[in-house]
C-alpha cells in the first residue's frame, strides 16, 4: 500500500462556496476513483473546487487521474476489502486537509455472470470482502471522525454509498453481488438512523446496468452481436437502454450535496425504470 500527495490549491471555506459551488473547500474522499463513475466524479468534485482523497487498488492510475485534477488532490492505492486501508484513508483526510467533509464509498466489483450454485467459493468471499467488507470498513472510520467534527463545528458531513438496484430486488444470475448490495443497504439504513443526530447523512445510490468499464467488458465477452448483448442486457429495462456514467454520477451528487441536508437514509435507484414495473 502506497500514499502519494500532490495537488495544486487550498482556499477558504465558506466564503468559497458561497462564490463557487457546493463542494467547493470540502474535502471528499472517493474510493473506486480510477473507475468509471470514479473518475467522473472525481473531475467533476475538482472542477467544483472540492479537496479531493482518492483511493484505489493500483497507484499508477490514480497518479495519473490526480495529475489531471485542477484541485488539491492526495491518493492513496490499497485494497479497501483491508480495514486498515480505510483508516488509513480517513487519516489521510485529517492530516492533509485538517476534516473529512463527505465520503463516496464506490469501490466495488462484480461477480461472474451465472447462477448460484455456479459461483466459485472463493469468488463469492472476495466479493463480500470487496463490496460489502469494504463498504463496512469505511463507514467504521469515516464515521467517528465525522461525528467528531460535528461537536467541534456544528457543520454537518455526508456519505454516499454505492449500492445497486441488484440491492433492492432479487438479480438471477448475480446471486452473492445482490447479497452484497442488499447488505449495503442495510448499512446504509442502519448507519443513518444511528447518526442522524450526529451530523452525518448517510444515503445509498442504486444504478442498473451503466457504460462502464465493467459492463462493457462483460458485453465484450458475450458470443452475440454488440447490439444484440446489450439489447439483452437491457431487456427488462423499461428505457430500453444503458445508463450513461454521468447520469449515474448525477444521483451521486444529488445525494452528497450538502443542500440536500434533510434526505438521510434512502436508496435512490438510478434504474431506467427498473423497480417500477
Known amino acids: 500500500m502506497k500514499q502519494v500527495a500532490g495537488g495544486g490549491r487550498r482556499e477558504s471555506s465558506e466564503l468559497e462556496r458561497s462564490l463557487n459551488g457546493?463542494?467547493?473547500?470540502?474535502?471528499?474522499?472517493?474510493?473506486?476513483?480510477?473507475?468509471?463513475?470514479?473518475?467522473?466524479?472525481?473531475?467533476r468534485l475538482a472542477a467544483d473546487r472540492a479537496r479531493l482523497v482518492l483511493s484505489d487498488l493500483h497507484e499508477e492510475p490514480l497518479a495519473e487521474l490526480a495529475r489531471s485534477?485542477?484541485?488539491?488532490?492526495?491518493?492513496?492505492?490499497?485494497?479497501i476489502s483491508e480495514e486498515a486501508t480505510a483508516e488509513k484513508l480517513v487519516a489521510l483526510a485529517q492530516e492533509r486537509f485538517g476534516s473529512l467533509d463527505i465520503a463516496i464509498n464506490n469501490a466495488g466489483i462484480a461477480q461472474t455472470f451465472v447462477k448460484l450454485h455456479l459461483i466459485p467459493s472463493d469468488e463469492a468471499r472476495r466479493v463480500i470482502e470487496v463490496d460489502l467488507l469494504g463498504v463496512f470498513y469505511a463507514m467504521k472510520h469515516q464515521l467517528p471522525a465525522m461525528e467528531r467534527q460535528f461537536r467541534h463545528d456544528?457543520?454537518?458531513?455526508?456519505?454516499?454509498?454505492?449500492?445497486?438496484?441488484a440491492g433492492l430486488t432479487g438479480a438471477p444470475r448475480l446471486a452473492i453481488y445482490s447479497a452484497a448490495k442488499h447488505g449495503?443497504?442495510?448499512?446504509t439504513r442502519t448507519a443513518a438512523a444511528e447518526y442522524a443526530a450526529k451530523g452525518v447523512r448517510i444515503n445509498a445510490v442504486c444504478p442498473s446496468y451503466a457504460r462502464t468499464k465493467m459492463v462493457?467488458?462483460?458485453?465484450?465477452m458475450s458470443p452475440a452481436e454488440p447490439s444484440d448483448a446489450e439489447a439483452g442486457l437491457t431487456r427488462d429495462v423499461p428505457m430500453k437502454r444503458l445508463a450513461e456514467i454521468d447520469e449515474v454520477v448525477e444521483?451521486?451528487?444529488?445525494?452528497?450535496?450538502p443542500k440536500n441536508s434533510f434526505m438521510t437514509g434512502q436508496a435512490l435507484a438510478a434504474d431506467g425504470?427498473?423497480?417500477a414495473t
Open 22 to 43: 457546493p463542494f467547493s473547500g470540502l474535502t471528499v474522499l472517493l474510493t473506486g476513483a480510477a473507475g468509471g463513475f470514479g473518475r467522473c466524479l472525481a473531475r
Open 69 to 79: 485534477l485542477d484541485t488539491e488532490v492526495a491518493f492513496l492505492a490499497g485494497d
Open 154 to 165: 456544528k457543520r454537518r458531513r455526508a456519505i454516499v454509498n454505492i449500492a445497486s438496484v
Open 184 to 187: 449495503v443497504i442495510g448499512l
Open 216 to 220: 462493457m467488458g462483460a458485453l465484450a
Open 251 to 257: 444521483v451521486i451528487l444529488f445525494a452528497a450535496n
Open 273 to 275: 425504470g427498473v423497480l
